[in-house]
């Protein structure tokens, strides 16, 4: 009977979700306390590390171009009510697709007319490798966190059998494919930047940036300004509902789940053509787990997507640096900050809730 | 106990069972109960009625301690209490059967019953305790039930009867019932009027929430009226009247029967023969049934919930195939197991259905009014510009309805979660009757909305008759079924158990018929329609 308590829209998602990440620095600070560093000076050296000089700032919107792509493929599914956790499989098979395009073709094609083939790879690739969970979802009620875990781990199996033994550059040790020419590299940011005469650090930031601010900006119209992301929201929140609209939610499913795959594979282009420049192992290092909580933080919208992406991005990379500066703090630091963020904006992301609709509610008081 | 309490008293001495004083309870910004007094005599029936949202289930919630009263006063036998949980409404001796059953379904009526109250660690000694006492209830009160059958196997009376023994055995004296016949058959119904009188007549006090009128004037002793989450009147039942307790719900005049002119019937729009729908299950719940609905006519099918209306109703809209049998639209499409259609085509043949459950299947509550007003319609060119949905169109169309049909708020941006039910049947109706249906398929159109709501509803029902639609109308309301349908099919068990003009109708011989009970071998004085659930 109960209900939950209403906050005013920009409460809900300005003044919360700022809430939850101070605490959960605040218990981050608290750890850090324990170990016998200073927390403040912490911080301070993390946003040093993660904004302070040029290339640093390249370093976090590379990360944060990875967090974009599995933050919005985790959002799409969650909006037909489905749990996706297998992007990074998907992100992982996305850039075999963009590797063997760009393997058989980087010698005719100069990078902007690979771009496009490459993307196309990414999405099927990567969007089969979730369609297949969304259909035994859909149709055999094979349940889709299962299923996609699962295929993470064949995904993980079939790259190093590839790797391995059929793609790998002859006469090397490393299971690594040859090098792509370089007039397929994707063009890095210090480049584009030199063209206009300014000259910038060089770091792995590249043009993938760019496709994914238009990504989230497509999903966004997708989702909330089309007839198919009506139908896939409509799924998401009521399937009854959805079929009596005739509406079918099995398609649906199936849709959904290709399309939140592509989101995925879209990782591939900024790695291996961006950035890797070969096909190698574990080049998605834990990108597709960290976008479940990139979608968490970012309430499945894509703006929000964008400002936690740059969050993790900056944790990512600002933590690195934590690891330098201080004898007693490792790189494990940024997981477990991030853990807090997690447990703070995810699973106790109402716990402000109360306090806030309180205070509110003194400040400005009930109306009749 | 003071004196002025004494004096306002009717039947002397006694303080009253239950007294509320200047309750006050607000949500936010919505004041649930507003300064609400209530007094209830030991040894009666006091009913409680009032339109939904009207506050009579958080007054309830706050006797029985699930809310906090904001202000406010409760008296039990006259003596000042705080009711902090149910565990102390319950120490009180106040009992409450809830509209939704709280029971076990997998587990005996005993286990039920001792719920809460095992008494020790070991179940033994609580079972004969329990055992014995549920055998001295049922003998005083005539509360007959098994004790060792699976709640599961009971018709929907006999849980409920399973409830109040649970309230019973916890020593309630005071027994709350919120909406108790919702669930029932006019027969079962009438059965738990018995009970409640021999409650009475053994001393327990009953407060019965409701919104049916004719159950107040026949089952209670006195009677309060809320509005707008305020106490309104107070009445001794035998001096009001259905018409006068109506206003004072609703605060203006209302008429309860629906003037309709005489049908004009034209053409056969909807011919169903032998259909049948079989569940996931294998079950068969609608059984080769066959009828005809014409343009310009309203049937009415009767019955119980769960008799098969639901899985006709879907069928006919294309949610449910058939497994046997077929039907015809228009005399043009023949719909049948080999020849299915899905709910855009059925739109598309000029087939509207507004649905048994607006929650789960006419509205996604958490769209604002104007996804919902699409809902269905998505695909419609009216509200697509090329690739993109056109919004303006859809906000522009859902305010303009919402107009049309008295929303309010007028507000197409709000959820459809934050209207009152009475105002999502609108948003429902607007949108399906917008297209002007040549059949309308129309499932429990007032359930769960207001009485000044009802009045709207069954008015655009009728002229949607009279603009020379066919309307198949599934109510469980009698009373709806008998005053809207111009026909009336009753069915059982998934069969059509009877036909006749709403004109020849009665109410008793429905109620027979929705029990499956043939006039000849009705029971003397009691007919349990137990069979039927």
């Known amino acids: ?368 | 106990m003071t004196s002025d309490h004494q004096q306002s008293m009717a039947g002397g001495g006694e303080p009253p069972a239950i007294e509320l004083k200047g309750i006050s309870k607000s949500f936010g910004p919505v004041q649930a109960n507003r300064n609400v007094t209530l007094r209830v005599m030991p040894g009666t029936i006091h009913g409680i009625v009032g339109e939904n949202g009207a506050g009579k289930s958080t007054l309830m919630s706050i006797l029985y301690g699930f809310y906090h009263a904001d202000a406010g006063e409760i008296l039990v036998d006259g003596t000042p209490v705080t009711i902090a949980s149910s565990r102390a409404a319950i120490d009180l001796g106040i009992g409450m059967v809830h509209q939704h059953f709280m029971l076990v379904d997998t587990m005996s009526v005993l286990d039920n019953v001792m719920l809460g109250s095992e008494g020790g660690a070991l179940l033994d000694k609580g079972e004969r305790a329990a055992r014995a006492e549920l055998a001295r209830l049922s003998r005083d009160y005539g509360l007959t039930v098994d004790p060792d059958a699976l709640v599961g196997d009971l018709s929907v009376g006999q849980q409920q009867r399973v409830e109040i023994l649970k309230a019973l055995i916890r020593g309630c004296r005071i027994l709350v019932l919120d909406e108790p016949t919702g669930v029932l058959t006019p027969q079962e119904a009438d059965r738990l009027f018995e009970i409640l009188d021999a409650l009475r007549e053994r001393g327990v006090t009953i407060i019965l929430i409701t919104h049916k009128l004719r159950e107040i004037l026949a089952a209670t002793d006195s009677v309060s009226v809320m509005r707008l989450g305020e106490m309104v009147a107070h009445r001794k039942t035998p001096e009001t009247s259905a018409e006068e307790l109506a206003e004072l719900m609703v605060g203006r005049k209302v008429l309860l029967r629906v003037d309709k002119p005489e049908p004009k019937i034209g053409e056969t729009i909807l011919q169903a023969d032998n259909v049948t729908v079989t569940d996931a299950q294998d079950v068969d719940r609608v059984k080769a049934v066959s009828f005809t609905v014409h343009a310009g006519e309203i049937v009415g099918i009767a019955g119980v919930a769960g008799n098969g209306q639901s899985e006709l109703l879907q069928a006919l809209a294309g949610i449910q195939r058939l497994s046997g049998g077929s039907f015809s639209i228009n005399g043009t499409r023949t719909v049948s197991a080999a020849t299915p259609y899905n709910p855009h085509e059925a739109r598309g043949l000029g087939i509207a259905h507004v649905p048994e459950d607006r929650h789960h299947m006419g509205l996604v509550t958490a769209f604002p009014a104007h996804e919902n007003h699409i809902l269905g319609h998505q695909d419609w060119d009216q509200y697509n510009n090329g690739l993109l949905l056109d919004r303006e169109a859809a906000i522009a169309d859902c305010a303009a309805e919402m107009e049309r049909y008295d929303v309010r708020p007028p507000n197409p941006h709000l959820p459809a979660a934050s209207f009152s039910g009475g105002n999502q049947q609108k948003l429902v109706l607007a949108r399906e009757l917008e297209t002007e249906p040549k059949l309308l398929l129309v499932g429990q159109p007032t359930r769960g909305v207001d009485i000044g709501a009802i009045e709207f509803i069954h008015n655009t029902l009728v002229a949607m008759r009279d603009q020379g639609a066919a309307v198949l109308l599934v109510s469980v309301e009698l009373e709806e079924i008998m005053s809207l349908s111009d026909r009336i099919l009753v069915m059982s068990d998934g069969r059509i158990v009877g036909e006749m003009m709403a004109a020849d109708a009665d109410p008793q011989r429905i109620g027979l018929m929705m029990a499956n009970i043939s006039e000849d071998d009705a029971p003397q004085g009691s007919p349990e329609g137990d069979k039927a659930a």
């Open chain 1, 1 to 368: 009977m109960s209900q939950p308590i209403k906050l005013p829209k920009w409460v809900d998602v300005g003044v919360i979700p700022a809430l939850n990440i101070l605490a959960a620095l605040a218990v981050s600070a608290l750890v850090i306390l324990a170990l016998g560093e200073n927390p403040i000076e912490a911080l301070d050296v993390m946003l040093y590390g993660a904004f302070g000089y040029d290339e640093a700032i390249g370093y976090t919107l590379y990360y944060t171009t990875n967090f974009i792509f599995t933050g919005l493929a985790v959002a799409v599914a969650f909006h037909a009510g489905l749990f996706n956790i297998g992007g990074e499989g998907q992100a992982y098979i996305g850039g075999l697709g963009v590797g063997l395009v760009i393997l058989a073709l980087d010698g005719l094609l100069p990078w902007y007319a690979l771009l496009p083939l490459a993307m196309i790879g990414a999405a099927l690739f990567g969007g089969i490798w979730a369609a297949v969970p969304g259909w035994l979802q859909a149709y055999r009620g094979s349940h889709i966190v299962i299923t996609t875990i699962m295929f993470n781990f064949i995904a993980s199996a079939l790259m190093v059998y590839l790797l391995v033994n059929v793609m790998i550059k002859p006469g090397q040790m490393s299971p690594e494919s040859r090098e792509f020419a370089e007039s397929a590299w994707l063009p890095m940011a210090h480049q584009m930047f030199a063209v206009i005469g300014i000259d910038v650090s060089r770091s792995p930031l590249n043009l993938s940036f760019v496709l994914a601010l238009i990504a989230s900006v497509l999903v966004a119209i997708f989702i909330w300004r089309t007839r198919w992301g009506y139908a896939i929201r409509t799924v998401g929140r009521n399937e009854t509902a959805a079929i009596y609209a005739g509406i079918d939610p099995k398609k649906t499913i199936f849709w959904t789940m290709a399309l939140s795959g592509m989101l995925a594979g879209m990782v591939g282009i900024n790695e291996i053509m961006g950035v890797q420049h070969k096909l190698l192992l574990n080049f998605t290092a834990g990108y597709g787990f960290t976008g479940i909580a990139v979608a968490l933080m970012g309430r499945n919208h894509p703006i929000g997507i964008v400002l936690a992406s740059l969050l993790f991005g900056t944790l990512y990379q600002g933590g690195a640096e934590l690891d330098f500066e201080f004898e007693q703090i490792t790189r494990d630091m940024v997981i477990v900050i991030q853990g807090f963020i997690i447990l703070f904006s995810g699973a106790l992301a109402y716990m402000f809730n109360p306090l806030v609709a309180r205070l509110i509610g003194r400040l400005m008081p009930a109306r009749g």
